[in-house]
């Protein structure tokens, strides 16, 4: 780089940035290629004649974690900040990108971390980095798969995905999430592997769950319930879904022919963990979210900020 180099990158900084001048107006003017205009713009931030200052962005709405934690007696609130108007898919996404801190913050060494399925905890766990001194990390499959074929969201994907990233040990699920009849169920438990997840159950320390409803979750999105059968859980009270496992307004496990056959961790099982943390998004599964903090299914929260509204409009708390 000749002309001075110092000069010449100030002069291209000069053009691009104050002046507001395209790349190929900047190359006429400078006397240079446009490709050595991209090298010389990553030349000037990396020497620091360009430094690049943004206004700090608040991604999370402390008020509305406070108030969730005070109403629901909850271990932890992460309510993120999310455009009004966005569409649950890119939700999703920032919720997940912006609970990142949080989950790394909480594996240890020797973690036992049991995850179920979901399109939001998909978003967090893809995002998550390797996470330093954290050695001896047990994954488990906290429910069987939905259906034949795979997909990222499904448990035993995520599972994976969160066992390579953190160098650990992966125990699966090798069977559906539901069971054909109750005794197909029993005969998966009394398998040597299953049981083994099983164990493990009893020793995890912390659980990441989603919580679906009647109208959207993964079994429904993946066609794994008809519309029978959800007329069906909707006249015994069903009001949400975790692992696959129905309940009603009370965080109480309905009574149907799914609770003989599904393949995951129970509701009583997980309401005896210190830390399971509901992740999830949208208002529309407010009463869901409400039913599982009222039985205590689940001890802290990831969601969106127009969830977490819509949850304490639910409980008769404060709306902001």
């Excluded at 900047?26 to 030349?43: H, K, N, Y």
């Excluded at 496990?253 to 963990?273: H, N, P, W, Y």
């Amino acid at each position: 780089m000749s002309r001075g180099s110092d000069d010449l990158v100030k002069l291209v900084a000069r053009l691009y940035h104050i002046d507001g001048l395209g790349q190929s107006e900047v190359a006429e003017i400078a006397g240079i290629s446009r490709s050595q205009v991209s090298r010389v713009l990553t030349r000037a931030r990396e020497t620091g004649i360009v430094r690049i200052s943004v206004e700090e962005y608040q991604a999370r709405s402390r008020e509305l974690e406070d108030d969730l934690v005070v109403s629901f007696g909850l271990k932890h609130a992460i309510v993120v900040r999310t455009a009004p108007d966005a569409a649950a898919e890119s939700v999703r996404r920032t919720v997940g990108y912006f609970a990142v801190p949080f989950v790394s913050e909480l594996i240890r060494p020797g973690t036992v971390l049991g995850v179920a399925g979901g399109r939001t905890i998909y978003e967090l766990v893809r995002h998550l980095m390797p996470t330093n001194g954290a050695e001896g990390v047990t994954v488990v499959q906290l429910m069987g798969n939905i259906g034949a074929s795979v997909n990222n969201t499904d448990a035993i994907e995520i599972c994976r995905t969160l066992a390579h990233c953190l160098n650990g040990l992966f125990y699966t699920v090798n069977a559906p999430a539901f069971a054909a009849d109750a005794r197909s169920r029993d005969i998966f438990l009394a398998h040597q592997d299953v049981r083994a997840v099983w164990q493990l159950f009893g020793a995890m320390h912390i659980a990441m769950v989603g919580i679906g409803t009647l109208r959207d979750s993964s079994f429904i999105a993946r066609g794994a319930l008809s519309q029978s059968d959800i007329e069906l859980l909707q006249a015994q009270g069903a009001v949400g879904e975790i692992c696959g496992r129905f309940f009603d307004s009370q965080g109480r496990e309905c009574d149907t022919d799914f609770r003989d056959r599904v393949m995951s961790i129970g509701l009583d099982e997980l309401a005896q963990k210190e830390n399971v943390i509901g992740v999830t998004q949208g208002a529309g599964r407010a009463e869901a979210i409400r039913a599982a903090l009222s039985g205590g299914l689940i001890k802290s929260l990831v969601i969106d900020e127009a969830g977490a509204t819509a949850v304490l409009a639910q409980a008769g708390g404060p709306a902001r």
